[in-house]
């Protein structure tokens, strides 16, 4: 059975990349290993590590994404959690024969990773992603 590994990262829907860095990077001193253009999900991403896990300030590059909506209609916020797990496809089995509703229903390859993302109404209102590292 597809375990758990760890918590992956956290996201935070941002409107401002610069705005976002007084906080995150200058204020509270996290340091910015790379930021990363996301074309599948039209998005621009700033990695913050934390210990094990990640702050990813996630900035819609594209008006039309769900993204984009939610920085629109909330301003930003709590975007999602991701999991890091050891077997993505045998885990988006699992779930979907517990009948978890599902945004991706199979697991999308990006460079160095496999990832899917479980919808909100069954995971009591948050977005969670699911990530395999691929080596
Ligand atoms: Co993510």
């Given at each position: 059975m597809a375990k758990i590994i760890k918590l992956n990262h956290v996201a935070i829907a941002i409107g401002d990349v610069n705005?976002?860095?007084n906080f995150w990077q200058d204020a509270l001193g996290l340091s910015v290993d790379h930021i990363e253009d996301v074309p599948s999900q039209k998005s621009?991403?700033?990695?913050?590590?934390?210990g094990e896990t990640e702050v990813e300030l996630v900035h819609p590059t594209s008006e039309d994404s769900?993204?984009?909506?939610?920085v629109t209609e909330k301003g930003g916020g709590l975007h999602h959690l991701c999991f890091e797990v050891d077997d993505i496809d045998e885990m988006l089995d699992t779930l979907k024969e517990k009948g978890i509703r599902m945004i991706d229903e199979?697991?999308?390859e990006l460079p160095g990773r496999k990832m899917a993302f479980i919808?909100?109404?069954s995971t009591g209102g948050v977005l969670v992603e699911l990530y395999q590292i691929i080596k």
């Open positions: 705005s976002a860095l621009e991403v700033v990695f913050m590590p934390v769900g993204l984009a909506r939610f199979h697991a999308k919808h909100p109404k």
